[in-house]
């Protein structure tokens, strides 16, 4: 009986060890901080010098002060801590604009820049309204200014998404305002920088329950559905083993 005891008793150290070796560490505030310094030197070598910049001018104006106004010593133990935080500001809008740069130019960027918007909006991770063949997309949000519709593509291509996605959403909604915005570089279109802010500045028309409601009846229009051709079921598809042999 004491032998087993030992048995069992190996058998739980062992797994405790295990469990143990599986568990993540914990990553700290200061290692996510390096992360993102990591990504924006990637994009831009430059932000190294400009935080130094911003932290050195920031407390030359603190010393400056002291000697004028007061004690030096204050004024530099004050500057510092504004220097750090000058220096993270920097940081935070050069890290923003890296990220932009990253996926910039790739299917969902726009989608991926509405994820910043706050302010109660909330916006569906699948387009309601797809061109396949050209890869332009629209997104569909919903928040206190009404139903945003954002397009990802050329202008003379998107324009024709954006208003077959209105009129859909006006036969359902049709004392809720719709907004058009066209997201890209070309005339008359919102940067992707620029367009999580050009949704935020959009007036508030509605109440919070006002958003609900105009939520839930847009999940009775639904997304895009892709097209699957017929006589095929996706769920029972199989594979042509012998075909995939050679026979």
């Known amino acids: 009986m004491a032998r087993t005891s030992s048995g069992g008793d190996a058998r ?13 560490k914990k990553r700290r505030w200061y ?16 932000v190294t010098w400009w935080m130094l910049a911003a932290f050195v001018g920031v407390v030359a104006v603190a010393l400056l002060i002291g000697v004028l ?26 890290a923003e604009t890296a990220a932009y740069t990253q996926i910039a130019g790739q299917p969902g960027a726009a989608r991926a820049a509405l994820g910043t918007v706050r302010g109660g909006w909330t916006f569906e991770d699948e387009p309601v309204a797809v061109d ?22 050329p202008p003379h291509r998107v324009g024709r998404l ?3 996605e209105r009129k859909k ?8 305002p719709v907004t058009l915005i066209q997201c890209g570089d070309g005339e008359g279109q919102v940067p992707l920088t620029k367009v999580a802010r050009a949704v935020s500045r959009l007036k508030s028309t509605l109440t919070r329950a006002e958003v609900s409601e105009v939520a839930k009846r847009l999940k009775a ?20 083993r012998k075909g995939m042999r050679g026979r």
């Open 69 to 94: 106004a007061g004690p030096w010593v204050y004024a530099l133990v004050i500057g510092v801590p504004f220097g750090v935080l000058a220096a993270m500001f920097v940081l935070s809008r050069s």
């Open 162 to 164: 954006l208003e077959q």
């Open 221 to 240: 229009i639904g997304g895009v559905k892709l097209p699957i051709p017929k006589g095929i079921d996706p769920t029972r598809a199989r594979p042509d």
């Open 31 to 46: 290692h996510q901080l390096w992360d993102v310094y990591k990504m924006t030197r990637k994009q831009n070598p430059l």
């Open 132 to 153: 396949a063949r050209n890869q332009d997309f629209v997104f569909r949000g919903v928040g206190k200014a009404g139903v945003v519709l954002v397009s990802e593509g």
């Open 12 to 24: 739980n150290d062992v797994a405790a060890s295990a469990a143990k070796q599986k568990k993540p």
């Open 169 to 176: 959403v006006s036969r359902i909604l049709s004392n809720v």
